[in-house]
């Protein structure tokens, strides 16, 4: 009876199907040619920070199917309302809901590379499209094939952002490639202190460590991983940077942890609260272009001077997010803060 009752759902749902009449173009995704709706008015987007490309290139508001929540990016909710009628599937706690994807009728689906449930997706007739990234080049060529699948104005928009973050790295580039690797941080990136996990190479974090000065000392780390207290001391590292997180967390207590207090970071007041905007800016967004702004003054004080955090956090808000950030908004973003309406939520 109960297998019945699956199958009797499953066919009411598959009325919901595309049913593969749309026009389609064709659209270079890593050396493969996808065949994309030529009109593109609904999107599911399961890769969490590729929300926020989406809504940067001008189509956010054709999100109907996402893997992010509103306490999980606050902020994004508020600059996009239209985030609040979309549902939440295939979220990051790993609850998936198949049928919430067929609901949503999405014209196309953006998942990243070798998801679990890309060809299930496939085979229900969704076009899919998988995107990755590990470094800037990476990062870059995420953004403008995006803007190619999304057509419409989103191309001038991918070539401007990527622009400006050519135009950022060069910059710190031009300061970093003279300071000899013996005279660089050790940098230890933190995601969680219950259980204590780090971040390795093989991934934007350790990338944007190297671009702006910094030597991981999480080495011999692949990816994320969890390491002991005695690790952290053995490591050493020069400067700690806390990751954004759920729960808003303040230096001080992060400098209360035993394992963190006792080295050079804690001992000389450099750990620090990684800015938490639309997105986490230490990993796979949009915001990479402020966190390496942001970073490379962290580590070098005196060398990158000029940069103004707040001032450059509103500029780029307005300029790629056409959002009119107020400084006091900034300031929140930079201490990983989220927007006071939704501090109690």
């Known amino acids: 009876m109960k297998a019945m009752k699956i199958i009797l759902s499953l066919l009411f749902l598959s009325l919901f199907i595309p049913d593969g009449q749309a026009q389609t173009r064709p659209v270079n995704v890593d050396g493969v040619q996808v065949a994309v709706?030529?009109?593109?008015?609904?999107?599911a987007d399961v890769w969490p920070a590729h929300n926020m490309i989406v809504y940067m290139l001008g189509q956010g508001?054709?999100?109907?199917?996402?893997?992010?929540s509103k306490r999980m990016c606050p902020w994004f909710y508020k600059i996009n309302p239209p985030m609040e009628k979309a549902?939440?599937?295939?979220?990051?706690?790993?609850?998936?809901?198949?049928?919430?994807?067929?609901?949503?009728?999405?014209?196309l689906v953006f998942l990243t590379k070798m998801h679990a449930n890309s060809n299930a997706i496939s085979r229900m007739g969704y076009t899919v499209v998988e995107l990755s990234f590990s470094d800037f080049p990476g990062l870059r060529e995420c953004v403008l094939t995006?803007?190619?699948?999304?057509?419409?104005?989103?191309?001038?928009?991918?070539?401007?952002?990527?622009?400006?973050?050519?135009?950022?790295?060069?910059?710190?580039?031009?300061?970093?490639?003279?300071?000899?690797?013996?005279?660089k941080p050790?940098?230890?990136?933190?995601?969680?202190?219950?259980?204590?996990?780090?971040?390795?190479?093989?991934?934007?974090?350790?990338?944007?460590?190297?671009?702006?000065?910094g030597?991981?000392?999480?080495?011999?780390?692949?990816?994320?991983?969890?390491?002991?207290?005695?690790?952290?001391?053995?490591?050493?590292?020069?400067?700690?940077?806390?990751?954004?997180?759920?729960?808003?967390?303040?230096?001080?207590?992060?400098?209360?942890?035993?394992?963190?207090?006792?080295?050079?970071?804690?001992?000389?007041k450099r750990i620090y609260i990684n800015p938490k905007g639309l997105f986490?800016?230490?990993?796979?967004?949009?915001?990479?272009?402020?966190?390496?702004?942001?970073?490379?003054?962290?580590?070098?004080?005196?060398?990158?001077?000029?940069?103004?955090?707040?001032?450059?956090?509103v500029f780029f808000y307005h300029s790629f997010f056409n959002y009119p950030l107020t400084k006091e908004e900034a300031e929140m973003i930079i201490k990983g803060q989220a927007p006071k309406t939704m501090n109690n939520e």
Request: with cysteine; glycine share 4%.
């Open 37 to 43: 709706p030529t009109k593109i008015n609904r999107i």
């Open 61 to 68: 508001d054709k999100i109907v199917a996402t893997s992010v």
């Open 87 to 107: 549902v939440t599937t295939f979220a990051s706690n790993g609850d998936n809901s198949m049928e919430e994807l067929i609901k949503a009728k999405p014209d």
């Open 146 to 183: 995006t803007a190619d699948v999304l057509g419409g104005n989103a191309k001038p928009k991918a070539e401007k952002y990527v622009a400006y973050l050519d135009s950022n790295i060069r910059n710190i580039q031009l300061v970093t490639n003279k300071i000899p690797e013996s005279k």
């Open 186 to 213: 050790k940098v230890l990136h933190i995601t969680s202190l219950s259980p204590i996990t780090v971040s390795g190479n093989n991934m934007i974090i350790g990338a944007w460590i190297k671009l702006c000065g």
């Open 215 to 268: 030597v991981n000392a999480a080495v011999n780390v692949e990816n994320s991983k969890q390491v002991s207290s005695e690790q952290i001391l053995l490591w050493n590292p020069d400067i700690i940077i806390y990751a954004g997180s759920y729960v808003e967390i303040k230096e001080q207590d992060v400098l209360s942890n035993p394992a963190l207090k006792n080295t050079k970071a804690g001992k000389n």
């Open 280 to 313: 986490s800016w230490d990993r796979y967004s949009a915001e990479e272009a402020l966190q390496i702004q942001w970073a490379a003054q962290k580590f070098y004080p005196d060398k990158f001077k000029s940069f103004d955090a707040v001032k450059e956090t």
